[in-house]
């Protein structure tokens, strides 16, 4: 049985079946915004985040990094930081609306296609970072099972999440954010449908996704070592694991 992150949206789609084609056709119309949208809803911080993240985690000179699920890049740019070696970083995508965007402004190698069957041969990367994506995913345990494949021994795996706050007002004030204020604003400043239906799919997902303890457990049942989890403002998951 499927490991879903996270059950079945009725108001966007109404069948897993679908789920696949929604989230694709709503990333690739949503592609042109999606690095304000990312910018608005972490004020401004999320560079400066990303970085202290990845070199937490382990990121050093040397390294090869695939960056999955990478959207348009943003978690890859950080990693440029450190790793500055030709084809250090790789980043790959099921949109092709995402990759045209990362392509404007990131000069690494970067390939279509999805996080539970990535076209890599074993043991070959140091590291795998997948940022706020790993709710897009049809299976978890499918997903982090490739993403062990692909890694070296002793290699590491990072997610990072938006989480839901353990407290009732900090989950009000989160849906508040992102649910109602973020819509607003990419509506006033973009004029964009697909950007605010982008925001908004955002919250649910984030709202219905299963809790940090089963990505934990799954984590450890797909083979991962050393699972972890670091949270930052109640919020911002930090999940690390390392391939034995």
């Known amino acids: ?103 404007r402004g990131l000069a690494v190698p970067l390939v279509q296609g999805r996080a539970e069957a990535l076209p890599f041969v074993d043991d070959h990367f140091d590291m795998l970072s997948m940022g706020y994506a790993l709710r897009h995913v049809a299976d978890l345990e499918v997903t982090f099972r490739e993403c062990l494949r692909v890694l070296t021994p002793g290699g590491r795996l990072l997610i990072l999440e938006v989480s839901r706050p353990r407290s009732m007002v900090g989950r009000q004030l989160l849906q508040l954010y992102i649910q109602r204020f973020l819509p607003l604003v990419m509506r006033l400043s973009t004029g964009s449908a697909e950007a605010e239906l982008l925001v908004r799919y955002y919250w649910d997902t984030i709202a219905e996704c299963v809790p940090p303890e089963t990505i934990l457990k799954s984590l450890g049942r797909s083979g991962f070592a050393g699972v972890d989890r670091h949270v930052v403002g109640g919020i911002l998951s930090e999940y690390v694991a390392t391939k034995p």
């Open 1 to 103: 049985m499927a490991m879903r992150p996270h059950p079945v949206l009725k108001p966007y789609y109404e069948t897993e079946r679908e789920r696949q084609a929604f989230v694709t056709t709503l990333f690739d119309t949503g592609a042109r915004h999606y690095d304000w949208v990312c910018a608005v809803g972490s004020l401004g911080s999320g560079r400066r985040h990303r970085h202290r993240v990845l070199r937490r985690a382990g990121l050093r000179d040397g390294m090869r990094l695939l960056d999955v699920a990478t959207g348009t890049g943003l978690v890859a740019r950080s990693a440029l930081d450190t790793l500055r070696g030709p084809g250090a970083v790789i980043g790959l995508d099921p949109s092709a609306g995402m990759l045209r965007e990362a392509r």
